[in-house]
């Protein structure tokens, strides 16, 4: 199984700073690795596919890289509707996993 | 525009078999190349992937509860569904279905459409 590593567990922020969030995972991925929010209530949403493709409709203050075991999503400027729940998700294995999640607070 | 839409007994009493449909709408089940997940969530935790089915009825499962898990599918209606077996108080959780993706395949998968979740409490 790969397990997928997310951190920090939490991130407290400001509106307009710019955030960076890690997934580790456990062997190599290559590319394929997805980012999703969830809001309280809320089911999740992909906002990031293979690493760096922004689904539509996703602001370009979005964005991501890596390759193999490291990636991160990078949030630009943050705003009041980014602070919410981030989750990876490794796509390489048919048998898929999530890391555990970032909370994005506000500071 | 593809929506799902889960459905089921919000309450099962423990060492009984859970089960959920999972119901498309916007388009066809066995339309381009999508496989079709069950995710869950309990209560302030976060995610685990529970399994996936292709129209085809090919199916991946999460090893670690593969011994208690069906997924089938059913493109008359085009419908799949959840079967887990044997819960406890752990399987408490919102249940979600997912789309993987209009193409899915060699790792280019992704959880694209979802369902609005569907709370089960295993109580007694």
């Known amino acids: 199984d790969i397990q997928m590593t997310q951190s920090p567990s939490s991130l407290s922020a400001s509106v307009g700073d710019r955030v960076t969030i890690t997934c580790r995972a456990s062997?190599?991925?290559?590319?394929?690795l997805n980012w999703y929010q969830q809001k309280p209530g809320k089911a999740p949403k992909l906002l990031i596919y293979?690493?760096?493709t922004l689904q539509s409709g996703v602001p370009s203050r979005f964005s991501g890289s890596g390759s193999g075991t490291d990636f991160t999503l990078t949030i630009s400027r943050l705003q009041p509707e980014d602070f919410a729940t981030y989750y990876c998700?490794?796509?390489?294995?048919?048998?898929?996993?999530f890391g555990q999640g970032t909370r994005l607070e506000i500071k | 525009q593809v929506q799902l839409q889960e459905s089921g007994p919000g309450l099962v009493k423990p060492s009984q078999t859970l089960s959920l449909t999972c119901t498309v709408s916007g388009g066809s089940i066995s339309s381009g190349s999508s496989y079709w997940s069950w995710i869950r969530q309990p209560a302030g935790k976060g995610l685990e992937w529970i399994g996936r089915?292709?129209?085809?009825?090919?199916?991946n499962y999460n090893p670690s509860l593969q011994s208690r898990v069906t997924i089938s599918v059913d493109t008359s209606k085009n419908q799949f569904s959840l079967q887990l077996t044997s819960v406890t108080a752990a399987d408490t959780a919102v249940y979600y279905c997912?789309?993987?993706?209009?193409?899915?395949?060699?790792?280019?998968?992704?959880?694209?459409?979802w369902g609005q979740g569907t709370l089960v409490t295993v109580s007694s």
């Open positions: 089915i292709y129209a085809s009825g090919s199916t």
């Open positions: 293979t690493t760096s």
């Open positions: 997912a789309r993987d993706g209009a193409y899915c395949g060699g790792g280019l998968c992704f959880f694209d459409y």
């Open positions: 998700q490794q796509s390489y294995s048919p048998l898929y996993s």
């Open positions: 062997q190599s991925i290559s590319s394929y």
